[in-house]
């Protein structure tokens, strides 16, 4: 037992083992289950501001945060405030959140030039083909505030959407007993934010999605929150975008036994700290080495300010887990599709290929995961419990839609249209197949504008 009385003990696996499989799946479990009463309680909530609009969002925001105001255009932080809030900062803080901001924004331009761009082509008769890329009008950006202020996520947020192209940023952010936090309203001016409420919870993704009369509808929202933020975002898809449904933070390390055992302990401590039903695992061939990173837990632990809510997580969802070899680890890795993966190794590059499913890769000793959540450049909201088997990082391109462009020109229409006919026949729909044929030669002449 440590000096401060705290255990923390991640459940240690051996893949070699022959109950590994059924224990592994144990720890692995998470239910996304949300509480019934949540589920009820965010519906009525939904309803009321859809029916009632800013009345329902002042009424939530003093019952929840205790914020009282005249009316929702008093609970708008207006741009001077923001760029006041930058400017009150500390130089040293200030200057490291505009090179933070100056990092995510040079990675999310080079992937808008990558992948983001309308493109066409023309087929040999002339017809055009291709797909227009076009930025969302408005969206919403949910920015947790209570338990702490995060204004990494207005940066990872607000600067993929603006380098999109899209017109209007409109930022929610609780600010219980109506303490803003200047670091986030400052992101907020850094980020190109275009207007910012001191609104949260289910109340204010109601707002965003139906719109009030001070409000404004968007046409997505993103960014993570509590139970029933996560709740209302999963009612309100299909009215608007939303970019995920998140679970607890995840961390998987694969380590070779070349780096510090501190370095791999602090990492699975930075998860861990977030909340008690965050995960940290480490895969390791080295029985010795996880040895070593036990020790460092034991040694580390009393030092951290959240090491009660870090020593609950590492009890109830962390794992110690003794691999046969690198390529073992590699593909349990690839089953669990963590959130941050990190090959704590001295050849990445090597096990890099063998890795399908993962967030967010980080390479290397040096590059710890805190780096990604901060300033390296690409985005910190990953997909979590499982999901980056199919999903991915948010992006510039959640920020975008594509159109369709079909130019079809007179040559192209007959072969075309003998294809559309047949198959619409085929299928019994004959408005479709006659809708082609008209247009098959002899084609009457098309009528002049007026």
């Not at 808008?112 to 066409?120: H, I, L, N, R, V």
């Not at 082609?436 to 098309?446: G, K």
Request: glycine share 8%; aromatic share 6%; net charge negative.
């Amino acid at each position: 037992m440590n000096a401060m009385g705290l255990l923390a003990k991640p459940l240690q696996l051996n893949t070699a083992d022959a109950g590994f499989e059924a224990a592994f799946a144990a720890r692995l479990h998470w239910s996304a289950d949300t509480d019934a009463a949540i589920e009820q309680r965010v519906a009525d909530i939904l309803a009321d501001v859809q029916k009632r609009g800013d009345a329902a969002v002042l009424d939530y925001t003093q019952r929840f945060d205790g914020l009282q105001a005249a009316d929702v255009k008093a609970l708008e932080i207006t741009q001077a405030e923001l760029q006041a809030a930058l400017d009150s900062l500390p130089a040293a803080q200030r200057e490291a959140l505009q090179a933070a901001a100056a990092r995510v924004r040079k990675y999310h331009e080079a992937q808008k030039k990558a992948s983001g761009e309308s493109w066409s082509y023309r087929d040999e008769d002339g017809t055009l083909l291709g797909q227009k890329v076009t930025p969302l009008d408005r969206v919403g950006i949910y920015v947790p505030g209570g338990k702490a202020a995060y204004p990494s996520s207005v940066l990872m947020n607000a600067i993929p959407a603006h380098v999109a192209g899209v017109q209007e940023i409109i930022m929610v952010v609780p600010t219980p007993a109506g303490v803003r936090n200047p670091l986030v309203l400052a992101a907020a001016c850094v980020a190109g934010v275009s207007r910012a409420f001191t609104v949260g919870g289910a109340q204010a993704v109601a707002a965003l999605a139906y719109g009030t009369a001070t409000i404004p509808k968007v046409d997505k929202i993103t960014g993570p929150g509590n139970a029933y933020v996560a709740s209302a975002k999963k009612r309100v898809f299909g009215t608007v975008g939303i970019d995920m449904i998140a679970g607890p933070s995840e961390i998987l390390v694969l380590a070779d036994g070349t780096t510090p055992a501190e370095w791999v302990a602090m990492d699975l401590f930075s998860q861990a700290e977030h909340d008690e039903l965050a995960q940290s695992i480490l895969l390791c061939p080295d029985a010795a080495y996880i040895a070593e990173v036990q020790a460092a837990i034991d040694r580390l632990l009393p030092t951290m300010p959240r090491r009660e809510i870090i020593a609950k997580s590492l009890n109830d969802r962390g794992a110690l887990i003794l691999t046969r070899s690198m390529e073992e680890a590699c593909a349990i890795s690839n089953r669990i599709a963590p959130e941050h993966l990190e090959v704590s190794s001295s050849e990445p590059h090597r096990w890099e290929p063998l890795l399908r499913h993962a967030g967010a890769i980080f390479l290397g000793a040096f590059t710890s995961e805190s780096l990604g959540d901060y300033c390296a450049g690409p985005n910190h909201v990953l997909p979590t419990s499982g999901t980056a088997r199919f999903s991915s990082p948010l992006g510039v391109y959640d920020f975008q839609k594509r159109s369709s462009l079909i130019e079809v020109s007179e040559a192209g229409a007959q072969p075309l249209g003998r294809i559309a006919a047949e198959l619409a026949y085929g299928e019994g729909l004959q408005a479709h197949a006659r809708a082609a044929e008209l247009r098959l030669n002899p084609v009457p002449p098309m009528r002049e504008m007026k």
